[in-house]
C-alpha cells in the first residue's frame, strides 16, 4: 500500500529536549516536505526537499533542523524544542515531475512542548 | 512572497444545495493550484490541481474548481452537497518557477442535513 508513515503520532516533550520526528515513504517519490498545522493559520511549510541531499526553507524554518539521506526518509530534528513549537506535524510526499504533482501526507504527529 | 487567501472561515450549506468554497492567490509568474480537504482528526487528501489549460477543473468525490487568472481566483464547488462533505478545506499555490507551497487558513464547510 502506497503510504506516508510518521512516528510517533503523539509526542509530549519539555523544553529544550531535543527530539525527531520521522517520515518515510514507500513511493519512491523525489519531493518530501514538513508542515505544522495550527488552528487559524492554516499549514505552513517548514522545510522541503527535491531530492536526496537537496532541501530548502518553507515559510517557518527557524527551531528546526531536515536531513534528506535516502530517498524514502525525511526526518524533522528540533534540537532545542521550545512551547511555540507545540504544534500538529504533516510530512507529505509527491513526484516532482515537470509541473508539480499532488502530494500524499501522512497521518499526522501531535506535539506538545512543555 | 506568494500568498493565498480563503476569506471565509466557515460555510454552512443544507444538503442538496450548492457549495462553494472560496480562495485567492498571489504568487510570482504562472501558479500551480491545488485543493485539499481534511477530515477530522486524519491528513489532508488531494482533491484537485489546476495546472494549465481549461479552466474548470474537475476532481475526486464530485468536486470541481475554476480558475480566473483576472481575479487570480481558484474557487471550489460542488453542485449538490452531502452531509459526508461536512470538512475542511484548504487551498494552495505554488508558482512555476518555485518548489515552495503555500496553503490558505482553510475554511470548514458544514452540510446540514
Known amino acids: 500500500e502506497a503510504q506516508v508513515t510518521q512516528n510517533p503520532r503523539y509526542l509530549i516533550t519539555v523544553t529544550g529536549k531535543k527530539l525527531t520526528v520521522t517520515c518515510s515513504q514507500n513511493?519512491?517519490?523525489?519531493?518530501m516536505s514538513w508542515y505544522r498545522q495550527d488552528p487559524g493559520l492554516g499549514l505552513r511549510q517548514i522545510y522541503y526537499?527535491?531530492?536526496?541531499?537537496?532541501?530548502d526553507k518553507g515559510d517557518v524554518p527557524e527551531g528546526y533542523k531536515v536531513s534528506r539521506k535516502e530517498k524514502r526518509n525525511f526526518p524533522l530534528i528540533l534540537e532545542s524544542p521550545s512551547p511555540n513549537q507545540t504544534s500538529l506535524y504533516f510530512c507529505?510526499?509527491?513526484?516532482?515531475?515537470?509541473?508539480?504533482?499532488?502530494?500524499?501526507f501522512g497521518p499526522g504527529t501531535r506535539l506538545t512542548v512543555t | 512572497a506568494q500568498s493565498v487567501a480563503q476569506p471565509e472561515d466557515q460555510v454552512n450549506v443544507a444538503e442538496g444545495n450548492p457549495l462553494t468554497v472560496k480562495c485567492t492567490y498571489s504568487?510570482?509568474?504562472?501558479?500551480?493550484l491545488f485543493w485539499y480537504v481534511q477530515y477530522p482528526n486524519r491528513g489532508l487528501q488531494f482533491l484537485l490541481k489546476?495546472?494549465?489549460?481549461?479552466?474548470l477543473v474537475k476532481g475526486s468525490y464530485g468536486f470541481e474548481a475554476e480558475f480566473n487568472k483576472s481575479q487570480t481566483s481558484f474557487h471550489l464547488k460542488k453542485p449538490s452537497a452531502l452531509v459526508s462533505d461536512s470538512a475542511l478545506y484548504f487551498c494552495?499555490?505554488?508558482?512555476?518557477?518555485?518548489?515552495?507551497?503555500?496553503f490558505g487558513a482553510g475554511t470548514t464547510v458544514t452540510v446540514r442535513a
Open positions: 504568487v510570482s509568474g504562472n501558479p500551480y
Open positions: 507529505a510526499s509527491s513526484r516532482l515531475q515537470g509541473a508539480f504533482d499532488e502530494q500524499y
Open positions: 526537499s527535491m531530492n536526496v541531499e537537496v532541501t
Open positions: 513511493m519512491n517519490h523525489e519531493y
Open positions: 489546476y495546472i494549465t489549460g481549461d479552466n
Open positions: 494552495a499555490v505554488r508558482g512555476s518557477n518555485d518548489y515552495k507551497l503555500s
